[in-house]
């Protein structure tokens, strides 16, 4: 068959190196015979249809040798072949360009504040605001405190002209500055090597099946959690893969990130989205894989998004630390460093008591600190808007019609873009005007507690500096130590979290309220401390 003979589907299948081959295994008969349970589900779902051959080739020689593994592919724009509409959209960018800081002026998280705050972090090396789904994976692999400036674009700053509606595979567009070694350290200055191996499991399933349950170092994976970061994502190639949320085989909606369905699985004390969220939907959390070890997939009752997005969106640790419980070292042979402490802000500082696991030191308290990552999901649930029905894609990923057909925008970005299909829907007595405006009202009040809760902390440090210099007995920085940490997880998580002033205001404001007077109640015990030394000093004079 050559081009011009084929269907639109078919030539684009032939582009990236797949066949339509007709009714050939359509329904999947000689491979029915080993791998029953998905060629059955795929046989009972909308995907009958599209043959086991459209994603995977390679098969007749699988056929004679199943030793001889066909190939899998994760490529988004294979599901994209049919489904152009949400392809399309899963990659449309916004106006947000790429390494605008969340150190400057205005941003989230401003220096000189930010720096000391972090006391010497990696994230203080760089710290970008989120923007499209288009460069995940791109983003992570070239940002300052990942991999110590071995991967850079291949245009350089041209980069940042890069538009959207496509999936870019990650080494068309970046280059190895070391291809001849995978040494994981800070090659250039003023950069770190951050990056570890758990951290490709929030932006690709392109090693998926190299990996077993929780990232175990178990035989015959390829990848575990201390793999050698440079060699897992010399592996990696797309970003946002569909089949994150979407079996391939029997298309129910899912979730297959290790650490989500062991939150939403484990025994414990803590589970916010059981806690908290207004609605429940049931997991059924199936083993899989056929390389000699397990993998899990939960497959949702109904399309959650909020359980969706809380693949990525959520509080994680993905690095090694230690445990203040035990004073040891918390290394990757711990499932720690693959875990999502899955609880909100008024939950965390007990969370991580319980658990005793801690990121790093800072640098001039003493104090052990967690460095958060981002509680989208867990600060949305029980808001007024959860509370009011809304998942994250009734204002993420509305339904939107174009030439007469309807289907789910995969644009995740922020509704500022679509308030019409998103708040106008149930806020029907309001304008798009009015409903920005309550954003960008919602934004500057928060902002507002923030920078107070960091002009408390500042006067803290300087406390904590004057304290030190004047020998204060250590039990008494201990007790200021403790008041640190509450101080700082309580404005950490607010400068880490993306919408969290809009997605559950009132328990930023008192999360940061807990903030400032931690931090007001550990300057106040330091200088009476520092008050008590010196005036013992000038008594002995
Ligand atoms: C005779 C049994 C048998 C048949 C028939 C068979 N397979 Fe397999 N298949 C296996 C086994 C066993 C494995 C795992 C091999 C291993 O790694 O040990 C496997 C692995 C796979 C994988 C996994 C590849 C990976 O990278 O992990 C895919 C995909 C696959 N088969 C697809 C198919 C398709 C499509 C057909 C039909 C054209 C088919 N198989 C027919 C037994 C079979
Ligand atoms: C060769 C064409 C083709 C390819 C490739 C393809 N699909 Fe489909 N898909 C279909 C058809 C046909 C349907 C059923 C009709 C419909 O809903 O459009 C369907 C249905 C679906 C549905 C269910 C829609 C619903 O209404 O519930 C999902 C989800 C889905 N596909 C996801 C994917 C993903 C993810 C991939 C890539 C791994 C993919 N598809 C690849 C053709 C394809
Ligand atoms: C983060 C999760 C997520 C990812 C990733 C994702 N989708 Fe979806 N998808 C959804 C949700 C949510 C819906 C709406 C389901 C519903 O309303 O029942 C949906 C619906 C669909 C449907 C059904 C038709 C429609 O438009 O409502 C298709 C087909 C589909 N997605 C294809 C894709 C393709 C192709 C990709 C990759 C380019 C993809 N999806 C990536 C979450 C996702
Ligand atoms: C629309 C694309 C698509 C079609 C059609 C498809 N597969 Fe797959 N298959 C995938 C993807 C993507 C994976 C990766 C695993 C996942 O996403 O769960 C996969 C994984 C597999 C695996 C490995 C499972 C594991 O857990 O390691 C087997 C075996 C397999 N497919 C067999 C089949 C058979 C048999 C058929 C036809 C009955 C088929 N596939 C049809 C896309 C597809
Ligand atoms: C596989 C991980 C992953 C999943 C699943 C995921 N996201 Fe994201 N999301 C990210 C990452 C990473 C970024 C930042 C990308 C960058 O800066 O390059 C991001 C960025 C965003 C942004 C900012 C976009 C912009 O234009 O500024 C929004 C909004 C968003 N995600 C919402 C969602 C929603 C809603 C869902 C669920 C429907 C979701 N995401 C699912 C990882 C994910
Ligand atoms: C009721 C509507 C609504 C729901 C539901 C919702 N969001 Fe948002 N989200 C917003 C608004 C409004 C913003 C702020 C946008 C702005 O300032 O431009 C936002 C911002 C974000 C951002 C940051 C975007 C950026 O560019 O900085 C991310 C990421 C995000 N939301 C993810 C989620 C996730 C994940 C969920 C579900 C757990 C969710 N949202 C649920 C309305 C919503
Ligand atoms: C599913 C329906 C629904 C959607 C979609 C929705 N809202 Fe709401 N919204 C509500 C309801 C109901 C309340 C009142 C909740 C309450 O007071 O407990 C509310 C309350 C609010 C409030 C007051 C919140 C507060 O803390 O005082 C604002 C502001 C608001 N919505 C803005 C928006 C914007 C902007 C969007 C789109 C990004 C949006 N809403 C989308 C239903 C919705």
Redesign the pocket.
């Known amino acids: 068959m050559n081009a011009q003979h084929m269907t639109p589907?078919a030539a684009a299948?032939a582009l990236l190196g797949l066949a339509?081959s007709g009714s050939a295994f359509a329904a999947g008969e000689p491979c029915a015979m080993c791998h029953a349970g998905i060629a059955q589900g795929h046989g009972n779902a909308?995907?009958k249809?599209?043959a086991c051959t459209?994603?995977h080739t390679g098969t007749e020689a699988h056929l004679k040798d199943m030793k001889k593994h066909p190939t899998v592919s994760m490529d988004p724009a294979?599901?994209g072949?049919?489904?152009q509409a949400q392809y399309k959209s899963a990659f449309t960018i916004s106006e947000h360009l790429p390494r605008v800081s969340k150190k400057l002026d205005g941003g989230p998280a401003p220096d000189p504040f930010f720096d000391r705050a972090l006391g010497g972090h990696g994230f203080t090396k760089e710290h970008a605001v989120p923007r499209a789904h288009a460069f995940m994976a791109i983003d992570q692999f070239i940002v300052d405190r990942a991999f110590g400036g071995r991967f850079e674009p291949k245009d350089g700053w041209l980069y940042s002209t890069m538009e959207g509606g496509k999936s870019y595979k990650v080494w068309d567009v970046l280059k190895d500055n070391y291809p001849d070694n995978n040494t994981h350290k800070a090659h250039k200055p003023g950069t770190a090597a951050a990056a570890n191996g758990v951290c490709w499991s929030c932006k690709s399933t392109d090693i998926m099946l190299d990996w077993a349950y929780m990232g175990d170092k178990v035989e015959g994976a390829k990848f575990f959690r201390g793999s050698n970061p440079v060699d897992v994502v010399r592996n990696v190639q797309h970003g946002l893969n569909?089949?994150f949320c979407?079996d391939?085989h029997n298309?129910k909606p899912r979730v297959v990130r290790d650490a989500l369905i062991d939150a939403m699985t484990r025994d414990g004390k803590f589970n916010v989205y059981k806690d908290f969220a207004a609605r429940q939907t049931k997991l059924d959390v199936q083993s899989a894989g056929v390389r000699g070890f397990e993998r899990k997939v939960a497959y949702l009752e109904r399309a959650d998004s909020r359980l969706m997005c809380a693949q990525c969106h959520v509080e994680y640790v993905c690095n090694p630390g230690m445990n203040v419980k035990t004073g040891e070292k918390v290394g990757f042979n711990s499932r720690l460093t693959n875990l999502f402490p899955w609880v909100n802000a008024d939950q965390i500082e007990a969370y991580y008591d319980e658990v005793g696991f801690r990121d790093f030191k800072h640098n001039v308290t003493g104090a052990t600190l967690i460095k958060m990552q981002h509680p989208d999901a867990e600060t949305f649930f029980g808001s007024k808007h959860d509370k009011a029905g809304a998942d994250c894609a009734t204002c993420h990923m509305p339904k939107v019609t174009e030439n007469g057909k309807t289907y789910t925008l995969h644009w995740n970005a922020s509704p500022v873009n679509y308030v019409k299909e998103t708040c106008l829907t149930c806020h029907k007595d309001k304008t798009e005007k009015q409903m920005v405006a309550s954003i960008e009202v919602m934004k500057a009040h928060f902002d507002g507690k923030v920078r107070e809760a960091e002009s408390r902390m500042n006067d803290m440090f300087n406390a904590f500096e004057h304290a030190i210099n004047a020998g204060v007995d250590d039990a008494v920085l201990a007790k200021a130590r403790k008041l640190h940490e509450s101080a700082h997880v309580n404005w950490e998580y607010w400068t880490a979290a993306n919408g969290a002033y809009f997605h559950n205001h009132d328990m930023a404001v008192r999360s940061l309220a807990k903030s400032a007077k931690a931090a007001q109640d550990a300057t106040a015990l330091l200088r009476k401390a520092i008050a008590e030394k010196n005036g013992k000093k000038t008594a002995a004079k």
């Open positions: 589907v299948l339509v909308a995907h249809a599209v459209t994603c294979l599901c072949t049919c489904h569909c089949n979407h391939p298309v």
